[in-house]
């Protein structure tokens, strides 16, 4: 069991060095009714200090569509880094990736204080992990596509779902799948039927945990609308089937 406060500095230095050393597991996920394996390899190991307390930051590479991932852990490690979990319950966010808004605070979408709530919740619990992946940008379609949406909805009449709709050309304008995550929670030994706790909006994010036997309780995270993202979150609400985001209208009780 790794306890960096109470470990040698030899003992660190071995986990350290142990932590760069890439490790692949193969593991099975099934999504949409198709079962694949997938390799997981964990790429490095470090302990974050964050406004929220400390989180082990993993990265990983998943041999799936979306390849990069990265889980902000809040538990003990165990000596072959897996998440040695002390609730009966996990809570667990499903974070797909945001440039515009989680690194330069875009102010028309709610990614950011989503995420960082999503951090509080879990450090409040005392255990929990965000599997995030970047390159869902765009609901899975990149960031040259959210930029081009983003454009877009500078006229007053398209919001999120009609500007995505008008560049796709009939294409699906949410391709994100989570199969990999679910891969990530097995690599961390959070295996099914285990109970999760999913902090989330978007009820097909719960399907697919289910579909790989979790039992799972939805924890809403919703951000307060405001005047910018008022317009952003109905959207999601009436066209995607996001739950709760919004009243009829701003700040109505």
Request: proline residues 5%; charged residues 25%.
């Amino acid at each position: 069991m790794i306890a960096t406060e109470q470990s040698s500095e030899r003992a660190i230095l071995d986990f350290a060095k142990r932590s760069m050393t890439p490790c692949p597991r193969v593991v099975e996920v099934v999504e949409s009714g198709e079962r694949s394996s997938l390799t997981v390899t964990r790429l490095g190991v470090g302990l974050l200090k964050t406004p929220w307390g400390k989180f082990w930051q993993f990265e990983f590479r998943v041999s799936d569509a979306w390849s990069e991932y990265t889980a902000l852990l809040r538990a003990t490690l165990g000596d072959d880094f897996e998440a040695l979990l002390r609730r009966e319950d996990v809570l667990v966010r499903l974070d797909s990736g945001c440039s515009t808004g989680q690194l330069f605070g875009e102010v028309t979408c709610e990614c950011r204080p989503q995420l960082g709530g999503a951090l509080a919740k879990i450090a409040e619990a005392g255990e929990g992990v965000v599997v995030h992946i970047p390159r869902q940008d765009g609901r899975g379609k990149g960031t040259p596509f959210k930029l081009a949406t983003l454009t877009l909805q500078n006229v007053p009449t398209i919001d999120t779902v009609e500007a995505a709709t008008l560049l796709s050309g009939g294409e699906p304008i949410d391709i994100r799948s989570y199969g990999g995550a679910v891969g990530i929670l097995r690599f961390l030994g959070i295996n099914p039927p285990r109970r999760l706790r999913l902090m989330t909006n978007n009820p097909h994010k719960i399907g697919v945990l289910e579909e790989n036997g979790f039992i799972c309780e939805r924890v809403p995270l919703v951000i307060p609308a405001t005047e910018e993202t008022f317009r952003h979150l109905r959207a999601k609400q009436e066209f995607l089937g996001h739950l709760d985001l919004v009243a009829d209208k701003l700040n109505a009780k």
